[in-house]
């Protein structure tokens, strides 16, 4: 069992920047791969960025060049960078892990960008 928990979410204005945090409860290194997804109102759950045991990043065409996913072993946590923010971004935030051949979710962190 993995428990996940996010946190560093709020309110920001366009062209701002959050750093969201993920803190895991087992070792960084028994997971497989962990991702960040966001879900909109009335929209499907979306991949946003992920990153494996080994460092190697993904991102979607839509965050590419602003958002950054980072993972720090000691401390148990993935991070999400995200900067110039746009309304668009407006979502909950997820936290995934993979164990393979489970996966496990945090309860989400909503990020709201609005003037």
């Known amino acids: 069992q993995v428990q996940l928990v996010e946190s560093g979410g709020g309110l920001v204005q366009p062209g701002g920047s959050l750093r969201l945090s993920c803190v895991t409860s087992?070792?960084?290194?028994?997971?497989?791969?962990m991702a960040w997804y966001r879900q909109a109102p009335g929209k499907q759950r979306e991949l946003v960025a992920t990153?494996?045991?080994?460092?190697?990043?993904y991102y979607d065409d839509s965050v590419k060049g602003r958002f950054t996913i980072s993972r720090v072993n000691a401390e148990n946590t993935v991070y999400l960078q995200m900067n110039s923010l746009k309304p668009e971004d407006t979502a909950v935030y997820y936290c995934?892990?993979?164990?393979?051949?489970?996966?496990?979710w945090g309860q989400g962190t909503q990020v709201t960008v609005s003037s």
């Open positions: 990153i494996t045991r080994g460092g190697s990043t």
């Open positions: 995934n892990a993979v164990v393979r051949p489970s996966d496990w």
């Open positions: 087992v070792m960084m290194g028994v997971i497989d791969n």
